[in-house]
C-alpha cells in the first residue's frame, strides 16, 4: 500500500511539469534603462548585450529563454536575474494583498530612460503575465497566415 502512495505521489509531481505549457502569474513588473554612460556597456550576466524587450526573472519561477507576455500584447525574453527580482522587494513593499506581496517580480529593459517610466506610467503595478517556456511557440510567435484566397490554385487551360 505504501509504495502504491508513493508511486501515485511521484506521478502527480512528474506529470504535470512533463504537460506544462503556457502559465500565468501574477507580476510586479518593474522597469530599468540605460544609464547613458559611453563606458557602460549594458550587459546580463552571459554577456549578451540588453535590448528593448529583455526582462530579468526569478528563474526560480521563469526560465532564462521563457517569452513573457504583458496584457498589452508586448513580448519580454526572460534573459537575465538579479537579487532585486529573487528577493521580491518591490512586490512586499507595494502589495496590498497577501497575493501581491507573493508575486514574481519581473524587471523589464529599455534604452532610455523616458521609454521605461513612459511604459510604467501607462501600465499598473501588477499584472497577470503569461510565460511561454523556451522553445514554445506562442500565439503572437506564430507566422502570419496568408489569406484564403491566396491559397487557391491559379486556373490552368
Known amino acids: 500500500m505504501k509504495r502504491l502512495i508513493a508511486t501515485i ?11 506544462a505549457g503556457e502559465q500565468s502569474l501574477l507580476a510586479r513588473v518593474t522597469v530599468y534603462w540605460a544609464s547613458g554612460d ?3 556597456n549594458h550587459n546580463q550576466s552571459t ?3 540588453l535590448q528593448t524587450g ?9 526560465a532564462y529563454g521563457s ?7 508586448t513580448t519580454s525574453a526572460a534573459v537575465d536575474s538579479g537579487p532585486a527580482v529573487r528577493n521580491r522587494k518591490a512586490a512586499r513593499i507595494s502589495g496590498r494583498t497577501i497575493y501581491e506581496r507573493n508575486a514574481v517580480v519581473i524587471d523589464r ?6 521609454e521605461a517610466l513612459s511604459w510604467a506610467s501607462r501600465n499598473p503595478l501588477f499584472m497577470t503575465v ?7 511557440r506562442t500565439l503572437a510567435q506564430l507566422p ?3 489569406p484564403f484566397d491566396s491559397l487557391a490554385q491559379p486556373a490552368f487551360d
Do not use: M
Open 130 to 136: 503569461r510565460v511561454a517556456p523556451p522553445n514554445s
Open 54 to 62: 529583455d526582462c530579468s526573472v526569478d528563474t526560480r519561477h521563469i
Open 9 to 19: 505521489a511521484l506521478a502527480l509531481l512528474v506529470v504535470p511539469a512533463t504537460f
Open 47 to 49: 554577456g549578451r548585450r
Open 38 to 40: 559611453a563606458g557602460s
Open 67 to 73: 517569452s513573457v507576455i504583458f496584457p498589452d500584447g
Open 109 to 114: 529593459f529599455f534604452e532610455t530612460k523616458r
Open 144 to 146: 502570419e497566415q496568408p
